[in-house]
């Protein structure tokens, strides 16, 4: 289907900062134009935009999806309670189909309140594949691999992985390699992992320097901290992706710009888990490209990204005691843009432009959280809390219109879910 939005106030790129303007939009194959590209008007089909802001899909660039079964499930605990006495005996238990379930949720979830695109680590077979192909979302997804040995003990997990990519790689849906961290992989295998993401041209993930903890036990095995240590085994490049990031020590940040890495800040996740904050406005300050996630609903407890850009801003904010750290331009950016980048697709994902991606949320401008809008920038990370999206456009097709899901059973999820939830949690 062909879409000719109209009346709309469309967020775009200005030369220096992010602008409206109202002007119709075309969707055409997936793409957007700003013109009809030469087809007679009748042949789109006219979506009504007035009083809507048109913005591009947010982008939450770390993930677990699965882990919506466990929302609230361990909350206020410590770290090693948390993960070794609750999440992880869940975990070991679950079968695939309820982290099928569960994934879908996360979709539910992300498309309720504007995100698009999701980069996910995982560990059930396919079922994130799953729930992303069937919601209609895009994806970079990972299996998360463990061990000392790519093909020794990593390599069922490395398989699982590659089959995966096999049987789901589409448009929508692309794969990464996904390390879990440098505490769960020996530095043989993250420099396998480095020449098999390079042979295939594929992009890393990887858990960094989230917690003392890990930076101090890589200072005693290693001698060097957690970013060096994936300097020197070749596993930082411009095509990798680096989550958290919290803990910066020594010549790190400078490490991390030499490669052209990025970095994704995970700032409700970091807080709820007691890890502190990352040091946001070093990595601006140093040019690094910096983009924004929620990690799992497990240590959040919402994959809500409006939610994400308001703490981001505020923390930082707050951290400096300075009201001009971390602006709302910025954030919006980290959020869209910036992620499109890091995905190779610049100017083609994260963006309104033409010949762009078709991934567009609807925000009512209307809705009392935002009313009156006079700065729809700041409106976005301030004031929006997510449930102002009420159309959800990707790839070009409508996965919610006027706040009806078009491809998910929501009743259906809900309802497994639930039964999910009683028998394993
Ligand atoms: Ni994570």
């Not at 189909?97 to 879908?104: C, D, N, P, T, V």
């Not at 005691?321 to 843009?337: F, G, I, K």
């Amino acid at each position: 289907m062909n879409y000719k939005i109209s009346n709309g106030k469309i967020l775009l790129t200005g030369p220096d900062r992010l602008e409206t303007a109202e002007r119709d939009l075309y969707i055409l194959d997936g793409r957007i134009s700003f013109g009809p590209a030469g087809l007679p008007e009748e042949s789109f089909e006219v979506v009504d935009a007035a009083r809507h802001l048109v913005m591009p899909g947010l982008i939450n660039m770390h993930t677990h999806a699965y882990m919506t079964l466990m929302r609230n499930y361990a909350d206020d605990v410590g770290f090693d309670e948390w993960l070794f006495k609750r999440v992880m005996p869940v975990e070991d238990t679950l079968p695939l189909e309820g982290a099928y379930w569960g994934s879908l949720l996360a979709c539910m979830e992300m498309i309720r309140t504007g995100t698009t695109t999701f980069m996910d680590m995982h560990m059930f077979r396919g079922q994130s594949c799953r729930a992303a192909l069937e919601s209609g979302m895009r994806a970079w997804i990972g299996r998360g691999l463990v061990g000392a040995d790519l093909y020794g003990d990593g390599l069922s997990r490395f398989r699982q992985g590659l089959e995966e990519q096999a049987e789901y790689e589409c448009g929508r849906i692309r794969f990464t390699l996904a390390p879990h961290a440098i505490y769960s992989c020996g530095p043989k295998l993250l420099e396998q992992v480095a020449r098999e993401a390079a042979d295939r041209g594929m992009r890393k993930q990887i858990h960094l320097s989230e917690s003392d903890n890990e930076v101090d036990d890589a200072l005693r095995k290693y001698g060097k901290t957690p970013v060096a240590l994936l300097r020197d085994t070749g596993f930082l490049d411009e095509k990798t992706i680096l989550a958290h990031c919290v803990k910066m020590r020594g010549d790190d940040i400078s490490i991390i710009k030499e490669a052209g890495s990025t970095v994704v800040t995970n700032p409700a996740s970091n807080a709820k888990l007691g890890n502190g904050f990352a040091p946001l406005q070093d990595f601006l300050d140093a040019g690094i490209q910096v983009c924004l996630g929620t990690d799992g609903t497990c240590s959040n407890n919402t994959l809500n990204m409006f939610r994400e850009m308001g703490l981001v801003s505020l923390i930082h904010k707050a951290i400096h005691r300075n009201p001009v750290t971390a602006p709302a331009d910025t954030v919006v950016r980290m959020a869209t843009a910036n992620a499109g980048r890091a995905l190779g697709l610049a100017g083609e994902l994260g963006v309104i432009a033409e010949g762009a991606l078709a991934d567009l949320i609807f925000l009512d401008l209307d809705a009392p959280s935002m009313f009156p809008v006079n700065n729809p920038v700041s409106a976005l990370c301030y004031s929006a809390c997510g449930s102002e999206v009420d159309s959800v456009m990707i790839d070009g097709s409508f996965v919610m219109r006027k706040g009806e899901y078009t491809s998910i059973d929501a009743e259906r999820v809900r309802y497994e879910v639930q039964k999910v939830a009683d028998q394993y949690l």
